[in-house]
C-alpha cells in the first residue's frame, strides 16, 4: 500500500485486505501495509497474500529502519519458499526498531531468516516486548535460521512468545526437521490468551484492544472492528477469522447495541 514511510510523519488505525506479488518495491522491501518504514505504526491491521522472489517481506512492514510498531496486527499467508528476512509481521528490522504490543497469525513460507512474528532482527538497538506469534512457519532448501517467532536476532525480545506446538519446519516437508525456539519462549494457547498473563497483561483493554470470542483474543479496537456502534461496516466482512472477527461478523447479524455470547 505504502512504499516508503518516513517520520516525523505517522500511521494510524490503518486497515488493508490485499493479495500482491512482490517483485521489488522500494529497496527491495514488501509489507502489507508498508515496504520500508522509519516511522510510528499504531492500531494498524494489515491482512495480506503475498508472494514473489524479493527479500524483506513481512505481513505489515517488509523493512524497518528505526520505525516503531505498536498494537497493530497481521494475518495470512507470506512468502514463497525462496525469499530471506520474511516474517509474519515484519521482515526485517535494524537500527532503533521496535515492535510493541503486536501479533501476527500469518503463515510464512521463506528460506533463511524466517520467523512468524519478525524474520531477522539484525541490530541490538531493536526490541520486540509483549508480542507474540501463532501462524506456522515453514523453511526450504535446507533453511536453519528459521523460528516460530523470530529467525535470528540480535535484538532483545522480552514478554514475546510462539504458540506450543505451532508447527515450524526447516525443511519445508513435515516431519523432516524441526525449528529450534532460539530466541523465544513457547506457551500454550489458552495461557498466551488469558490477559492476565504476559504479554496480553501489559496491554491496554480499555481503549486500545477487546476481548472477544471464544476462546479469549485480543482483537485491535479500530473504530470499525470491535466499536459496537460500527459493526455494520463492510471493512469487517473484508477481514479474515483470524483477526478475532468471527464473533463480530456473527453480531452483524443483530441489530447495534445487542449482545450475543461468544
Given at each position: ?6 517520520a ?14 512482490h ?6 522491501a514488501?509489507?502489507?501495509l508498508?515496504?520500508n518504514n522509519?516511522t ?9 497474500t503475498?508472494t514473489?522472489?524479493n527479500n ?6 517488509g ?6 510498531i505498536l ?7 507470506i512468502?514463497?519458499g525462496?525469499v530471506?528476512r520474511?516474517?509474519?509481521?515484519v521482515g526485517f528490522m535494524?537500527?532503533q526498531?521496535r515492535?510493541?504490543?503486536?501479533y501476527s497469525t500469518a503463515?510464512?513460507?521463506g528460506?533463511?531468516?524466517s520467523?512468524?512474528?519478525?524474520g ?5 538497538a531493536s526490541t520486540i516486548t509483549d508480542?507474540?506469534a501463532?501462524g506456522e512457519?515453514?523453511g ?11 529467525g535470528?536476532?540480535?535484538g532483545?525480545?522480552?514478554n514475546s512468545y ?6 515450524c ?10 525449528c ?8 500454550a494457547?489458552?495461557?498466551l490468551?488469558d490477559p492476565?498473563n504476559?504479554?496480553?497483561s501489559?496491554?491496554?483493554f480499555?481503549?486500545v484492544?477487546?476481548?472477544?470470542g471464544s476462546?479469549?483474543c ?14 455494520d461496516?463492510p471493512?469487517i466482512?473484508a ?7 468471527d464473533v463480530v461478523?456473527?453480531r452483524l447479524?443483530?441489530p447495534?447495541g445487542v449482545t450475543m455470547d461468544?
Amino acid at each position: 500500500l505504502i512504499g516508503l514511510a518516513r517520520a516525523p510523519g505517522s500511521i494510524s488505525d490503518a486497515s488493508v485486505t490485499l493479495a500482491f506479488t512482490h517483485n521489488g518495491p522500494f529497496n527491495g522491501a514488501g509489507g502489507g501495509l508498508v515496504g520500508n518504514n522509519g516511522t510510528l505504526i499504531q492500531r494498524s491491521i494489515a491482512a495480506s497474500t503475498m508472494t514473489g522472489g524479493n527479500n524483506y517481506m513481512g505481513g505489515l512492514v517488509g523493512y524497518m529502519d528505526g520505525g516503531i510498531i505498536l498494537n497493530s496486527v497481521s494475518s495470512g499467508s507470506i512468502g514463497s519458499g525462496s525469499v530471506n528476512r520474511i516474517g509474519g509481521l515484519v521482515g526485517f528490522m535494524q537500527n532503533q526498531s521496535r515492535v510493541e504490543k503486536s501479533y501476527s497469525t500469518a503463515m510464512v513460507r521463506g528460506l533463511q531468516y524466517s520467523g512468524g512474528l519478525v524474520g531477522l532482527v539484525n541490530a541490538a538497538a531493536s526490541t520486540i516486548t509483549d508480542s507474540f506469534a501463532t501462524g506456522e512457519v515453514r523453511g526450504n532448501g535446507g533453511a536453519t535460521l528459521v523460528g516460530p517467532l523470530v529467525g535470528q536476532s540480535a535484538g532483545t525480545i522480552t514478554n514475546s512468545y510462539a504458540v506450543t506446538g505451532t508447527f515450524c519446519d526447516s525443511q519445508n516437508a513435515a516431519g523432516t526437521q524441526a525449528c529450534g525456539t532460539t530466541y523465544t519462549g513457547t506457551v500454550a494457547l489458552a495461557t498466551l490468551y488469558d490477559p492476565t498473563n504476559v504479554p496480553l497483561s501489559n496491554w491496554d483493554f480499555v481503549t486500545v484492544w477487546h476481548i472477544c470470542g471464544s476462546p479469549v483474543c485480543p482483537c485491535a479496537a479500530i473504530t470499525f472492528l470491535c466499536a459496537e456502534a460500527q459493526l455494520d461496516s463492510p471493512a469487517i466482512d473484508a477481514l479474515p477469522l483470524g483477526f478475532c472477527v468471527d464473533v463480530v461478523k456473527r453480531r452483524l447479524a443483530r441489530p447495534v447495541g445487542v449482545t450475543m455470547d461468544s
